[in-house]
T-cell receptor
Framework: DSGVTQTPKHLITATGQRVTLRCSPRSGDLSVYWYQQSLDQGLQFLIQYYNGEERAKGNILERFSAQQFPDLHSELNLSSLELGDSALYFC???????????FGPGTRLTVL | GENVEQHPSTLSVQEGDSAVIKCTYSDSASNYFPWYKQELGKRPQLIIDIRSNVGEKKDQRIAVTLNKTAKHFSLHITETQPEDSAVYFCAARAMDSNYQLIWGAGTKLIIKP
């Protein structure tokens, strides 16, 4: 157990819908990273937050947005869902000045 | 920006043999190079990392080597075991990147009994 929690574990929804994925980082970690992993694919970096502020953006679609709250948990919002958005979404966290990213168990999103 | 290439995409080795996975990076300012292991259906986990001021690092059966001149680094697994079967990801991080990692595409390692 990495100490990073993600909810829900599984999510099944229909095209055109909107969902919210939630992540709680390890205690003391200020950075949160979101990744998308499609079936048998690599880790696509989406976005990074540090202590509530956006720090870096990767290949995140305009239909996707995220935020980090004062209690440091983060939410990833996916809207106007398409079949191709079906994937495993991981969040990871890291401590200030620490390189290692600790991954959560992931949320498996299925868009039907 | 940084770009990381990883080879091979799939590697099949006999149990007990060694496995080597290679990554190249483009940004000479990169100074941190981790390797993550992702078992089927599980989360990626850090298995070993190396900084740019070190040429080699070992941890039991795994080792990482770094060639800064050629801008490549490699993961070496000796005496492979069935539990080594997984997808391995390399990554690189530049000094001014806000700790953002640039990831390789992954290598699926298959250990044949």
């Amino acid at each position: 157990d990495s100490g990073v929690t993600q909810t829900p574990k599984h999510l099944i929804t229909a095209t055109g819908q909107r969902v919210t994925l939630r992540c709680s980082p390890r205690s003391g970690d200020l950075s949160v990273y979101w990744y998308q992993q499609s079936l048998d694919q690599g880790l696509q970096f989406l976005i990074q937050y540090y202590n509530g502020e956006e720090r870096a953006k990767g290949n995140i679609l305009e239909r996707f947005s995220a935020q980090q709250f004062p209690d440091l948990h983060s939410e990833l919002n996916l809207s106007s869902l398409e079949l191709g958005d079906s994937a495993l979404y991981f969040c990871a966290s890291s401590a200030p000045g620490n390189n290692e990213q600790f991954f959560g168990p992931g949320t498996r999103l299925t868009v039907l | 920006g940084e770009n990381v290439e990883q080879h091979p995409s799939t590697l099949s080795v006999q149990e007990g043999d060694s496995a080597v996975i290679k990554c190249t990076y483009s940004d000479s300012a990169s100074n941190y190079f981790p390797w993550y292991k992702q078992e089927l259906g599980k989360r990626p986990q850090l298995i070993i990392d190396i900084r740019s001021n070190v040429g080699e690092k070992k941890d039991q059966r795994i080792a990482v080597t770094l060639n800064k001149t050629a801008k490549h680094f490699s993961l070496h697994i000796t005496e492979t075991q069935p539990e080594d079967s997984a997808v391995y990801f390399c990554a690189a991080r530049a000094m001014d990147s806000n700790y953002q990692l640039i990831w390789g595409a992954g290598t699926k390692l298959i250990i044949k009994p």
